[in-house]
């Protein structure tokens, strides 16, 4: 059985680690006003980048789960 | 290492001579649409999105992800096919940063970008830069390519009764001459549409691949019980010590 250190902890590393370069960008693209909240096209491209982390993050975790007990 | 050859059929080998023809008269084609600079890089900028994202996977996905993705695969399970997977990260950068200035300024190429945000001799620089990324990334798809073609070539062949050895050499040599010449004479065109054919004919390889691998060793359940846990995993792991890794 793998352990911690190669299961969950790369998990977190992606998507803690990967996921403060994203909480970065999306910060730095609404402050500088490079999305432009106001148009509808930016919004759903706003809300696909959201949905896009965390439908990664959901993918991995079930390829965890599945290789640990399935 | 012990070298396979000869395992294709002649069938094999006529399918396989008249796609490269096929291709070259295909992408040659595409040299009428071609009367200026823009329409040989950009195709004229006249295609729609989905064929422009087609030509992109069908660049992606290349000898190279079946010949180093199945070995890697084979050698270290799942995680070594997660390459990418890091990539959503710098997507909103990418979507709302570099991408407006890459469209909205209308330039050609990468060095072209430098050239105008430094100098021309920042330019000259990250020209050889890229030359130098190409030559490698150029060189391994057309090495995989070939050590993927040449088990099923026979030794040599015997055309007007002289005796040609195929070497791994010869056959990126042919095809590098191949695709040289259709994208000389096609331009942005003719990689567009021949990457539509070939994206399509490798995505469908590539599946039919996997469950065709999956039914020769006994179906889903026997493929998956035949994995050791570690071989599942997504990710490499950070640690890796002998001891870690059952």
């Given at each position: 059985?793998?352990?911690?250190?190669?299961?969950?902890?790369?998990?977190?590393?992606?998507?803690?680690?990967?996921?403060?370069?994203?909480?970065?960008?999306?910060?730095?693209?609404?402050?500088?006003?490079?999305?432009?909240?106001?148009?509808?096209?930016?919004?759903?491209?706003?809300?696909?980048?959201?949905?896009g982390y965390f439908s990664f993050a959901a993918f991995h975790a079930v390829l965890i789960i599945a290789a640990l007990y399935w | 290492m012990e070298h396979i050859r000869d395992i294709g059929s002649q069938l094999d080998w006529i399918v396989l001579i008249i796609y490269m023809v096929a291709m070259l008269l295909f992408g040659s084609y595409f040299a009428k649409y071609n009367k200026d600079?823009?329409?040989?890089?950009?195709?004229?900028?006249?295609?729609?999105?989905?064929?422009?994202?087609?030509?992109?996977?069908?660049?992606?996905?290349?000898?190279?992800s079946f010949v180093k993705y199945s070995a890697m695969g084979f050698k270290y399970g799942f995680s070594s096919s997660m390459s990418y997977m890091n990539d959503w990260f710098f997507v909103p950068f990418f979507m709302f940063g570099w991408l407006p200035i890459i469209v909205y300024s209308k330039i050609r190429s990468i060095p072209e970008y430098f050239e105008k945000r430094f100098s021309p001799s920042a330019r000259f620089f990250v020209t050889i830069l890229q030359l130098l990324y190409l030559v490698g990334y150029v060189g391994i798809g057309f090495l995989t390519m070939g050590k993927a073609i040449l088990p099923l070539m026979p030794e040599y062949f015997t055309i007007f009764g002289v005796q040609i050895h195929i070497t791994l050499m010869g056959l990126?040599?042919?095809?590098?001459?191949?695709?040289?010449?259709?994208?000389?004479?096609?331009g942005q065109t003719a990689v567009i549409f021949t990457d539509l054919i070939q994206g399509v004919m490798l995505l469908f390889a590539g599946i039919l691949i996997f469950f065709l691998g999956v039914a020769?060793?006994?179906?889903?359940?026997?493929?998956?019980?035949?994995?050791?846990?570690?071989?599942?995993?997504?990710?490499?792991?950070?640690?890796?010590?002998?001891?870690?890794i059952p």
């Open positions: 059985m793998p352990t911690f250190f190669n299961s969950w902890l790369p998990f977190i590393y992606l998507y803690v680690g990967g996921g403060i370069f994203f909480l970065a960008g999306m910060i730095l693209i609404r402050r500088t006003k490079a999305i432009d909240m106001r148009l509808k096209r930016h919004r759903l491209w706003w809300k696909i980048l959201i949905l | 600079t823009s329409d040989f890089f950009f195709g004229g900028r006249r295609f729609t999105w989905w064929l422009i994202a087609m030509s992109i996977v069908a660049t992606g996905v290349s000898s190279h990126i040599w042919v095809t590098a001459l191949v695709v040289g010449i259709y994208i000389t004479f096609g020769y060793v006994g179906g889903w359940h026997t493929f998956w019980n035949l994995l050791p846990a570690s071989w599942k995993l997504p990710f490499a792991g950070l640690i890796h010590r002998r001891n870690l």
